[in-house]
């Protein structure tokens, strides 16, 4: 009995393997269409120096209750009807609140739903604590080792005036596009973009417009960032975008002398509940755009990886619990919640009557603001602490489609662009100002046309000289092909 018992245990695992390695073994990628090569194109002469130019404007977005340093921001509006004299002369430019642009090329075609290019030209601080850090002036657009220094290169400069590159050379050709295109420049992303892409989201959606696909900033290319393919360059097109909400955490107890604390205080109250938040994760889950990316990414990774991709439908809670090791793994797989602001005390020894810090949830689509909420309160029962949401709130978006005609034409042009490369959907974890074109089209797509950018919102941000060229050739081709 035992034997037979063990040969069925035995005859069990060798299907089960059989069944693992077959699937593996078929486990291919999407094809793929052969494409012909991009035609020999090269940066403008004066490309480089518009680009530095743009660089040297402080267009910096604070916070949004904050009112913009008018000479930077006019000056860099200024900048560009200089720089770009056919754009300005050709496009309807339209000024939204003072400073986020909108620009209208007309096409041939007035039945072809429209399609929405976004960058936005505010820039992040550079903390005065850490400027002596950078290794070259962060605002003197400077070029060095082969590549562009200065806040806002990557995030978001390079894509406004590769963009405006693009289209001012197709102009000086008498090329007029398809379908008709619309450029938002906005000035006030990184707070929200409340009153820049928001405003013009409003505004074309009063004008009854419906886009075929919108581009925004997002992922960009890589050769180091996907475990298991370093050094082959991957192009991360998010299709979806990850929801934002902050948590304000309240607790207010008598405070008093030093010498004579109560067993319990308000800082103890919120330590302890950010505690308990920290200590507590998220379910994991492969949302529609990581399962879009496991096609994409998974038949091509060594095989014991591909092993596990193939058969997700018996391996999914290994490959979840490997990729929660790491913070840009677990941040594509659940949502997150981290601590950014604590506020309590006045003086070294005086216990504070109230204690508050402020956390941040990035909501992985499928989990919605109200629920998140509702779990947190349901992990911090003590009624002494009070949880009240704060400031901007955006919901995840769904996953867009990857066999529509935006996503098809990104594809094809990096692919064009960046020999070898593979392009594959994932699940944008930041926020960009597209998310306030969700009214208008599901169709929406976050991807900056560079490789390894450095630096972002952060230490010396830089791109390379032959990343913005690439810029400038995506754009330059995207323009050229949006039927």
Not at 359 to 383: F, K
Request: net charge positive.
């Amino acid at each position: 009995m035992l034997r037979s018992v063990l040969l069925l245990l035995l005859l069990a695992t060798a299907l089960l393997g059989a069944v693992l390695v077959f699937n593996t073994l078929r486990f291919t990628p999407p094809a793929a269409v052969a494409l012909p090569p991009a035609p020999a194109l090269s940066l403008p002469d004066s490309a480089v120096s518009h680009f530095r130019q743009a660089l040297r404007f402080r267009t910096v977005s604070i916070d949004a209750g904050a009112a913009p340093d008018s000479s930077q921001f006019l000056g860099f509006q200024r900048f560009l009807q200089r720089a770009y004299p056919r754009v300005h002369a050709q496009l309807k430019r339209e000024v939204i609140n003072d400073y986020t642009l909108l620009y209208t090329w007309q096409g041939r075609d007035a039945q072809a739903a429209p399609a929405v290019l976004m960058a936005h030209y505010d820039v992040v601080p550079v903390e005065a604590s850490t400027a002596a850090q950078w290794t070259h002036d962060p605002w003197a657009g400077q070029v060095q080792q082969g590549r562009v220094w200065g806040r806002g290169a990557v995030d978001n400069k390079a894509n406004v005036t590769a963009l405006l590159e693009a289209a001012e050379d197709l102009l000086g050709n008498n090329y007029q596009p398809a379908r008709t295109l619309y450029f938002v420049f906005g000035h006030d992303e990184e707070v929200g973009g409340q009153r820049g892409a928001k405003a013009v989201a409003q505004l074309l959606q009063q004008r009854g417009v419906k886009p075929e696909f919108v581009l925004d900033e997002g992922g960009f290319v890589t050769t180091d960032r996907v475990p298991g393919l370093q050094g082959t360059p991957v192009a991360l097109i998010g299709t979806a975008e990850k929801g934002y909400l902050s948590l304000e955490l309240t607790a207010d107890l008598a405070g008093g002398h030093s010498s004579i604390p109560e067993a319990v205080t308000a800082t103890d109250l919120v330590a302890q509940a950010l505690v308990t938040l920290r200590g507590h994760n998220f379910p994991a889950q492969f949302t529609p755009s990581m399962q879009d990316f496991a096609a994409h990414i998974g038949p091509r990774l060594p095989f014991v990886q591909r092993l596990a991709f193939a058969n997700a439908w018996l391996l999914r809670p290994l490959i979840l619990k490997t990729y929660q090791k790491t913070a840009s793994g677990a941040a594509a797989v659940r949502t997150t919640l981290v601590p950014t602001i604590m506020q309590a005390g006045v003086k070294d020894n005086v216990v504070p009557t109230r204690a508050s810090a402020t956390v941040n949830l990035r909501l992985l689509p499928g989990t919605s603001s109200a629920e998140a909420v509702a779990q947190v309160r349901a992990l911090l029962p003590d009624a002494r602490v009070r949880v009240t949401p704060v400031g901007t709130i955006s919901e995840p978006s769904p996953a867009a489609p990857t066999a529509a005609l935006g996503y098809q034409r990104i594809e094809q042009e990096i692919r064009r662009q960046v020999p070898g490369v593979i392009p594959t959907p994932f699940l944008f974890v930041a926020l960009s100002d597209s998310r306030h074109f969700q009214p208008l089209t599901g169709r929406i797509y976050k991807f900056s046309p560079m490789t390894n950018p450095a630096g972002l919102h952060g230490l010396n941000e830089s791109l390379s000289l032959a990343s913005y060229e690439q810029c400038y050739g995506f754009y330059r081709g995207l323009l050229g092909a949006t039927e």
